[in-house]
């Protein structure tokens, strides 16, 4: 039946499709050490997640001394290079992107990386697994801010509510909560707790569309007062 579809399945990129969170802190503990600086492991998973301009803020205070836009661009030609040798593509998670596309469900892909960078995993992936695409430099606010999955939900012509999310990050999964999609967290170089308001998912090996699909009806139930 149609309407025990999402209107919509929107996927968050770095860390969820693929695993370049690695690329990032490579990068930027290359730059922070160019200014004498230092910069952990810990560090960086401290900013996964946030927009680069908020992230860029944070290498300031790191001894980087140069304006955010240069140092968005200087790390972000770095993972394009790393990107460029390599894609990590997260194990099952294309599997299901192409399920969810084979039933028929639009989809959209909706990071913080800015739209140089996310052009290069897109043609990777297959753009044609994607009906709209929304990066970090064409929002107004960035995650956790709702704006960047209320955009996706907008050019897809649907409302957030029915559409499903499917996130790894704390800043993104916040987004994706407060859009008011059902939503999947798939954490990585993170931990997430339970919560009432998303599926905490261990990864997507072994899962599959009905998985999908039954976070989507839970979510249903809930919402229409009826039982999960």
């Known amino acids: 039946m149609t309407d025990a579809l999402p209107s919509a399945v929107l996927w968050d990129m770095d860390g969820t499709l693929v695993d370049t969170e690695p690329y990032w802190m490579r990068a930027e503990s290359e730059l922070i050490g160019s200014w004498g600086g230092t910069w952990t492991e810990q560090d960086g998973l401290s900013v996964v997640g946030f927009g680069l301009p908020d992230a860029a803020k944070v290498f300031q205070s790191h001894g980087v001394d140069l304006p ?3 140092i968005i661009q200087t790390l972000t030609d770095r993972v394009i290079e790393l990107t460029r040798v390599e894609v990590p593509y997260r194990e099952g998670a294309l599997d299901l992107l192409r399920a969810v596309r084979a039933a028929g469900i639009p989809t959209g892909l909706v990071t913080m990386s800015y739209r140089d960078f996310a052009d290069v995993v897109i043609a990777a992936i297959g753009p044609e697994l994607f009906d709209v695409t929304v990066t970090g430099d ?15 939900a907008e050019l897809l012509g649907v409302d957030a509510r029915t559409a499903v999310a499917v996130e790894d990050s704390r800043p993104g999964v916040a987004s994706a909560v407060a859009s008011g999609a059902a939503v999947i967290a798939v954490p990585l170089h993170v931990q997430l707790p339970e ?5 905490l998912w261990d990864g997507f090996a072994g899962r599959g569309l009905d998985d999908l699909l039954a976070v989507h009806a839970s979510r249903a139930a809930r919402t229409s007062g009826g039982v999960a």
């Open 68 to 70: 955010v836009e240069q």
């Open 195 to 199: 919560s009432p308001d998303y599926a």
């Open 138 to 152: 064409e929002v107004a606010a960035t995650k956790p801010d709702p704006a960047p999955y209320l955009r996706g």
